[in-house]
Structures are given as structure tokens and as C-alpha cells.
């Protein structure tokens, strides 16, 4: 099999798309956040305020959304379809509520009742909080794995995916987000409404702090697999360990007030979270619950040695050109919001 500085072909596109997908995380992750926290600002301006804080980025973020589904398709098609097919349901949910976030977004301002508003106010929040917990319910099916058969094909139901450990994992997912979200909104904010958050990014953290312990004892009382990649390589005990200081930290910074290093922080810790599950699933993509030799892997779902060569050549040029445009925004619309006849 072919490599690229001594790494096969299938593990550098394992590695590419795990990176779009963090980057996803993180970026949309945050406006996600302040989406989900949005029904608990009361007055005009200051709801007005926190949507204008991811104004100028919230659509730019989406975009890893879109590499990161033809990455996937392009290097994993098996992984793809497979997919698609199993979280048929929640994916077309998922799509509809992404839908409606956007027509929220932009249809809030356009009139000036207060029933309109309300309304749009009340479609942004809740569908915020729904793409970041169906993802969240997707990424612990993975976790646990699926029903699939020796053809790849789902045998399962969409009930199934609704178990106790997904919803958990949905639940952890959001309780992220929020977290991000608010540590963002307070760097963009002052007076008044930066004192309501401030004291609003310490509630988020407590919430995500109580949902990643739950999850960690969880997932090792019932999913003792998911330790053996540590338990094989003692050394990876690392990443596990980091994560829980990066957590500490992000708490001691938040109740320092340094709320530009607390919002790195937690960027990385949604980062080194999906490391950890890309560690333990490695070289699975998705796991079979029905016989473990039918689960895909990164080389019984991946596309063609040449196909994986070209489509790297893309993402090594592709990327970083996404990656400096997002760059080039954040820098550009730096700083607090102030409110002006454009706004939303």
C-alpha cells in the first residue's frame, strides 16, 4: 500500500477528515452555543447583540460542515453511505432545523412586531440546540457502535438510536457547545450584558463539567472497549489525562476573567475530546454490534489507493486556504459589537 511519510494513505485521510470535523467543532461549536443560550438574554439589544457577535461567521463556520461531508464521501465512500442510510432520520431532522437556524437568523430583523421576533428568537434557539444534540446522539452511536451487517447495511431501527448512552452523549455534546458559546458571547460583549454572561460562562461550565464526568463513568462502566487502545499503549494514557487538565484550566481561567485564554481552552478541549474517541476507534470508522468483522474500517471503506493520492493533493492545498479565509474574518470583525443600522 502506498504512503506518504511512512503513513498509509487510508490513515492520513482517517487523520484529514478527523481534522475538518474538529474544526467544525470548534468553530460552529461556539456559534451553536450562543444559539442555544439565546432565549435566556429578555431584552431587544441584548438579544440583538449576541446574534450579531456571530453575524459575520456563523455561515463562514458552516463550510467545514460541507468539506468535512465530501471529505468523508470522497475518501470513505462505504463509511458515507452507510451513514446515511442508518441516521437516515436524524440527518434529514438535522438538515431541516440547519434550515431553519439560517431563515431564523436572517428573517429575525427584517420586520419590527415583537410576535415576529419572538417567534424567530424562539426557531434560532431551539434549532440551535438541536444540531448540536443530534450530532451529539450520531457521535455516541459511533461510540457504542451500530447494528450493520457483512453488506454494511443498517439493521437496525430509528428507536435504536435513541438509546440512553447516544442521548447522554447528545446532552454532553450541547452542554459543550454552551459553554463555548458563552465563553465567545462574553468576549464580544460589555457592560451589562458582558456582567449577565459573566456570570452565565460559569453556570455553562459547571453543566459541561457535570455531563463530561457522567459520560467518562458511563462509558467505562458499560464500553470497557473503549479504554483498550490505552490499556495496548500505555503512553496514549496521555491524551485522556490532558483533556482533563485542559478542563481544569478552562474553569480556573474562567473564574480569572481571562476569557480570550478560557475560549482556547475549551477549543481545545472539544478537540482533544474527539481525538480521544478517534483513538479508541481507530482503525474502525464504525463498529458492527452484530459481528465485530463487519464493521467498517479505514481500508475496507476506503476509495481507491489513487483516488486517496488526488483527493489528498486537494486537501493538503484545499484546507488551508478554507483555514486562512476563517482566519482572515475572526481578524477582520475582532473586537466588541456595537450595533448600527446594518445589524441584524
Known amino acids: 500500500m502506498a504512503t506518504f511519510l511512512g503513513i498509509d494513505l487510508p490513515t492520513w485521510w482517517f487523520a484529514v477528515i478527523g481534522a ?71 440527518f434529514m431532522l438535522f438538515l431541516m ?43 455516541g452511536n459511533l461510540i457504542q457502535g451500530i447494528p450493520i451487517d457483512e453488506d454494511f447495511e443498517y439493521q437496525g431501527d430509528f428507536v435504536q438510536l435513541l438509546n440512553p448512552y447516544a442521548l447522554l452523549t447528545g446532552l454532553t455534546t450541547l452542554a459543550s457547545c454552551t459553554m463555548h ?16 454572561l459573566s456570570i452565565m460562562v460559569s453556570d455553562t461550565s459547571r453543566f459541561f463539567v457535570v455531563c463530561y464526568i457522567l459520560q467518562t463513568m458511563v462509558t467505562l462502566v458499560y464500553f470497557p472497549s473503549m479504554s483498550a487502545t490505552f ?37 481545545f478541549t472539544m478537540a482533544s475530546l474527539l481525538v480521544t474517541v478517534a483513538m479508541n476507534l481507530f482503525p474502525k470508522i464504525i463498529h458492527s454490534t452484530i459481528n465485530p468483522a463487519y464493521s467498517i474500517t479505514i481500508y475496507n471503506g476506503a476509495s481507491s489507493e489513487k483516488s486517496l493520492s488526488i483527493i489528498l493533493l486537494f486537501a493538503v492545498v484545499g ?13 477582520t470583525f475582532k473586537g466588541k459589537v456595537k450595533l448600527d443600522e446594518n445589524s441584524y
Open 20 to 90: 475538518v470535523f474538529t474544526g467544525y467543532a470548534i468553530l460552529d461549536g461556539f456559534d451553536l452555543g450562543a444559539g442555544a443560550i439565546h432565549l435566556l438574554f429578555k431584552k431587544e439589544e441584548s438579544r440583538r447583540i449576541a446574534l450579531n457577535a456571530i453575524g459575520p461567521v456563523w455561515d463562514g463556520n458552516e463550510v467545514w460542515l460541507v468539506i468535512g461531508g465530501g471529505a468523508l464521501f470522497a475518501g470513505f465512500p462505504e463509511v458515507y453511505a452507510t451513514l446515511l442510510s442508518a441516521f437516515y432520520i436524524p
Open 97 to 139: 432545523v440547519l434550515i431553519l437556524r439560517a431563515i431564523a437568523i436572517e428573517f429575525r430583523s427584517k420586520e419590527t412586531m415583537l410576535w415576529w421576533r419572538q417567534l424567530w428568537d424562539i426557531v434560532y434557539s431551539i434549532s440551535s440546540m438541536m444540531i448540536a444534540f443530534l450530532l451529539g446522539v450520531v457521535l
Open 181 to 196: 458559546g458563552s465563553i465567545y458571547l462574553v468576549m464580544k460583549t460589555e457592560k451589562r450584558l458582558y456582567t449577565k
Open 231 to 267: 490499556k495496548a499503549h500505555p503512553t496514549l494514557f496521555a491524551v485522556p489525562l490532558i483533556t482533563v487538565l485542559i478542563i481544569i484550566n478552562t474553569r480556573i481561567l474562567l473564574e480569572k476573567g481571562k476569557y480570550m485564554l478560557a475560549f482556547m481552552s475549551s477549543a
Open 319 to 331: 484546507v488551508p486556504i478554507v483555514a486562512t479565509y476563517t482566519f482572515f474574518v475572526f481578524w
